[in-house]
């Protein structure tokens, strides 16, 4: 097969694929060709997309690559759509950061940190997939141990855990001043 | 001189303490527990007057605030080695949790930039079904029904008749009748359900009827809005409903007046 037909196919893959596509996969499909070829097949084809500045392009996501649209584009898709952007509210946000990054936690571990009763924001989390329970943790109660999904890291663009943004360090913390009479928004300093 | 306090959706203890920190411009690490605590009690103390449910969090988070308070109050001497932890700064460990805290709420920032699906970037199709504007229908509490069938009960007339027939209506009946007005109608108004209905019994078994074919999930109970009208439409396919009347025996079969 021509290189050009295997970026061909792998295009079509990861076209109908419902979700992040495995070198794994793809390997399956296309027998013969080797993980190595397939890489940098797929890295061929991300460059091409970015370059010719296309409406999809090739990211690495979940441990998969998949096809998605630019940044750019996403007024025009919302207007399309013509959906309600679902927004995360602070509590969920703020809960879901503290399960990323201390994965895997106990409720209780969660509630120590936020300083408030997070049931209510644990089974939204549950309900949207983003979290589930991945053990028991060995002390009395045996409670549940909860940690991220794949949806989690398809949610916020992210290849792998490891690609979390860096938790600051405690001597790096400083609060962000407050606007002016408005809510506290998101503007955290640059540190 | 009047304080006025700035009301926000305070997620927690932690985090309205970190906005007074904020808000008054002083250290983290050495915070003036007299000032932060006054204020913080001053907020409390409006989220009462607005009758919020200040939940309990909040005021174990006073109790510490004034435990620590008090502490710093209390000179310092040599012989103190036997209190908790040796003398050290009352505010240590609310400030350990409190930089741990924002340390989090950084990281939720954080992640909030990032390119989130369905907000910033898309995939094909697979819209998140969420997204979709679905008409918007709040699940009915209890206590909304409740508060519905009050209305409905005042509504009956004053006078008292004492009447000497008996009337027998069944829950059973009025299950069926239910449904077969669904049947033809599609949906209706939690009111209209009571439309002629006289007697407070009637209203009563009525309104059981109505429970009896939730709680088997042949209807569903909705409103489009917090102070909207409440609907009540078929859940289920009412061809087989009879099947759902056969398996569901009403202990309490016979009610009259």
Known sequence: MEREDIKSIIES??????????IQRLGEVLEGVGKADLRSTLDELQAELENNRRGVR?????GGYQLRTPKINADWIKKFLGGRPARMGRA??????????????????????????VDGVINTLLDRRLIRAVARKDVPGRPFLYGTTPEFLQLFN???????????????????????????????EES | MTTRVQLEIFEGPLDLLL?????????????????????YLATLEVMQTLNLDV????????????????????????????EEDGGADPREELVRRLLE??????????????????????VRSVAPAEDIPAPEFRDVSVFELLTALKRVLDRLPKDVVHEVMLEKITVREKMTLLLDHLRTQGSILF??????????????????????????RAIRIFQEEATGSIQIEAAADLENAPAVLAMQDPEEDQHGT
């Not at chain 2, 009111?191 to 074919?213: H, K, N, P, Q």
């Open chain 1, 13 to 22: 893959l990861l076209f109908v694929a419902d979700g992040p596509l495995t």
């Open chain 1, 58 to 62: 090739l990211v690495e996501v979940a």
């Open chain 1, 92 to 117: 969920t946000l703020e809960t879901l950061a503290i399960i990323a990054y201390r994965q895997p936690i106990t409720r209780a571990e969660i509630e120590a940190i936020r300083g408030v009763d």
């Open chain 1, 158 to 188: 992210l290849k792998d855990l490891t690609h979390l943004p860096t938790l600051k360090e405690m001597e790096e913390i400083t609060l962000p001043a407050i606007p002016g009479e408005e809510l506290p928004v998101e503007g955290v």
């Open chain 2, 19 to 39: 906005h007074l920190i904020k808000k008054n411009e002083v250290s983290i690490t050495d915070i003036p527990i007299a000032m932060i605590t006054e204020q």
């Open chain 2, 55 to 82: 939940a309990g969090e909040f005021l174990v988070m006073a109790a510490t605030l004034i435990h620590i308070k008090s502490r710093m109050l209390l000179p310092l001497t040599d012989g103190d080695e036997d």
């Open chain 2, 101 to 122: 805290y924002q340390r989090f709420k950084d990281a939720a920032a954080e992640l909030e930039r990032r390119e989130v699906l369905t907000r910033d970037v898309f």
């Open chain 2, 191 to 216: 009111e209209s359900l009571f439309a002629g209905v006289t007697t407070r019994m009637e209203v009563v078994v009525t309104f059981l009827a109505m429970l009896e074919l939730v709680k088997v």
